[in-house]
């Protein structure tokens, strides 16, 4: 067999929707996909959402069915939503609620061989949109990438549900997304692989690219805008960056040291509760000390993302400088085969990893003091 040629691509969900109350044409949407529809939602999220979509499916002509999610996206967790799809003889599945029920939905709905909606009501990842899903251990460890040969048919965002929800989601989607470019970057300049199996175009580079714009002009106003509850402009620039911006742009940009040590820290007890945004905003600083990035790009970096409420420090993620043996652990899995550590454009050894990882602590706590910031709190895990 020949090794195929390289070839640049970009793929992107069918549909993609956000505004103020969306959900309420969510019938109207799903009726281009499908005609059997089952929804997967929580108990909590379904409260929220129910009176809505169920006058939404009534005016479409659709019926509602609910399977509950259990949370993580887990093996055991899509298997049964595997089953649940057959039984209900579902020709399209929805997701709604946070990034762990849309990557089991998202699984569950390619292994079933339906089509699959994400309707996210946080704007925490960059999840939805994408043709992969996370798997995770039952303890809560990254466990694989799965890739599926589409992606969602439609991405519905109700910005209303965004605003409502508690506003350290959006926090944990700004860190999401401002990883993005920094990874998009890396994978161009290391010509490596994407996500979505090819060489990066220029349209994703830009896509990246516009997602960290946008942040940087919006979170802040955006982010006081939710802890009120209200959409303004700035809130819908903000989740477009953090869901389809960051969504396209990491999938068909590339992923690089960011994720791979978010994926490493997942395997540190001390960090678990914490929000995948979070951990990859740790690897976000700790991926731009590894470039030898300009000093001045990384002070801005620690210190909008210290105003914005994300972690830069050991401390905020309930590690120390000296829990070497731990961070050992972390920067191996962060640097094992497979892992996307290999789209930088340089090697990185897991040697490289740690040290990386334990001078972020310092560096960090100087920008801070410096800029009159207030110092990091020690994170506990519970
Ligand atoms: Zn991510």
Same mark, same amino acid.
């Given at each position: 067999?020949?090794?195929?040629?390289?070839?640049?691509?970009?793929?992107?969900?069918?549909?993609?929707?956000?505004?103020?109350?969306?959900?309420?044409?969510?019938?109207?949407? #799903?009726?281009?996909?499908?005609? @059997?529809?089952?929804?997967?939602?929580?108990?909590?999220?379904?409260?929220?959402?129910?009176?809505?979509?169920?006058?939404?499916?009534?005016? @479409?002509?659709? =019926?509602?069915?609910?399977?509950?999610?259990?949370?993580?996206?887990?093996?055991?967790?899509?298997?049964?939503?595997?089953?649940?799809?057959?039984?209900?003889?579902?020709?399209?599945?929805?997701?709604?609620?946070?990034?762990?029920?849309?990557?089991?939905?998202?699984?569950?709905?390619?292994?079933?061989?339906?089509?699959?909606?994400? #309707?996210?009501?946080?704007?925490?990842?960059?999840?939805?949109?994408?043709? +992969?899903?996370?798997?995770?251990? =039952?303890?809560?460890?990254?466990? =694989?990438?799965?890739?599926?040969?589409?992606?969602?048919?439609?991405?519905?965002?109700?910005?209303? +549900?965004?605003?409502?929800?508690?506003?350290?989601?959006?926090?944990?989607?700004?860190?999401?997304?401002?990883?993005?470019?920094?990874?998009?970057?890396?994978?161009?300049?290391?010509?490596?692989?994407?996500?979505?199996?090819?060489?990066? #175009?220029?349209?994703?580079?830009?896509?990246?690219?516009?997602?960290?714009?946008?942040?940087?002009?919006?979170?802040?106003?955006?982010? *006081?805008?939710?802890?009120?509850?209200?959409?303004?402009?700035?809130?819908?620039?903000?989740?477009?960056?953090?869901?389809?911006?960051?969504?396209?742009?990491?999938?068909?940009?590339?992923?690089?040291?960011?994720?791979?040590?978010?994926?490493?820290?997942?395997?540190?007890?001390?960090?678990?509760?914490?929000?995948?945004?979070?951990?990859?905003?740790?690897? *976000?600083? #700790?991926?731009?000390?590894?470039?030898?990035?300009?000093?001045?790009?990384?002070?801005?970096?620690?210190?909008?993302?210290?105003?914005?409420?994300?972690?830069?420090?050991?401390?905020?993620?309930?590690?120390?400088?000296?829990?070497?043996?731990?961070?050992?652990?972390?920067?191996?899995?962060?640097?094992?085969?497979?892992?996307?550590?290999?789209?930088?454009?340089?090697?990185?050894?897991?040697?490289?990893?740690?040290?990386?990882?334990?001078?972020?602590?310092?560096?960090?706590?100087?920008?801070?003091?410096?800029?009159?910031?207030?110092?990091?709190?020690?994170?506990?895990?519970?």
């Amino acid at each position: 067999m020949s090794t195929p040629v390289p070839v640049r691509t970009v793929i992107s969900p069918g549909r993609y929707v956000q505004g103020k109350d969306a959900i309420t044409r969510l019938g109207e949407f #799903t009726t281009e996909i499908g005609s @059997a529809p089952l929804v997967v939602a929580d108990d909590i999220v379904w409260e929220l959402v129910k009176d809505k979509v169920t006058a939404s499916f009534a005016s @479409a002509g659709l =019926e509602v069915r609910r399977e509950t999610s259990r949370g993580l996206a887990t093996k055991v967790e899509v298997d049964r939503l595997v089953e649940a799809i057959k039984e209900a003889k579902a020709d399209v599945v929805i997701g709604i609620g946070g990034g762990s029920a849309i990557d089991a939905v998202k699984s569950a709905g390619y292994l079933a061989g339906i089509r699959w909606v994400s #309707t996210p009501t946080v704007a925490s990842t960059d999840a939805p949109t994408s043709a +992969l899903s996370v798997i995770y251990t =039952e303890d809560g460890a990254f466990e =694989e990438y799965r890739f599926f040969p589409r992606n969602p048919d439609l991405v519905l965002v109700d910005t209303q +549900l965004v605003a409502n929800a508690p506003v350290r989601f959006l926090v944990a989607g700004v860190g999401d997304a401002l990883a993005t470019w920094l990874e998009a970057r890396a994978t161009q300049r290391a010509h490596a692989t994407t996500m979505a199996g090819g060489q990066q #175009t220029e349209t994703a580079a830009a896509l990246a690219r516009l997602s960290w714009d946008l942040i940087w002009e919006n979170a802040l106003p955006a982010i *006081s805008a939710v802890r009120d509850h209200l959409v303004t402009p700035a809130v819908e620039k903000l989740v477009e960056a953090n869901t389809l911006l960051s969504g396209l742009g990491f999938e068909s940009g590339g992923l690089a040291a960011a994720h791979a040590i978010h994926n490493g820290l997942t395997a540190a007890p001390q960090t678990h509760g914490l929000t995948h945004g979070q951990k990859v905003n740790i690897g *976000s600083i #700790t991926q731009l000390v590894l470039e030898g990035a300009p000093t001045q790009e990384i002070r801005d970096f620690i210190i909008f993302t210290t105003r914005v409420g994300l972690p830069n420090t050991l401390t905020e993620i309930g590690l120390k400088v000296s829990d070497v043996a731990d961070l050992q652990r972390v920067a191996e899995a962060a640097t094992a085969e497979g892992e996307t550590m290999s789209n930088m454009p340089f090697p990185v050894t897991a040697a490289d990893v740690v040290d990386a990882l334990r001078s972020i602590e310092g560096l960090s706590r100087q920008v801070r003091a410096d800029a009159g910031l207030p110092e990091p709190e020690f994170y506990t895990a519970h």
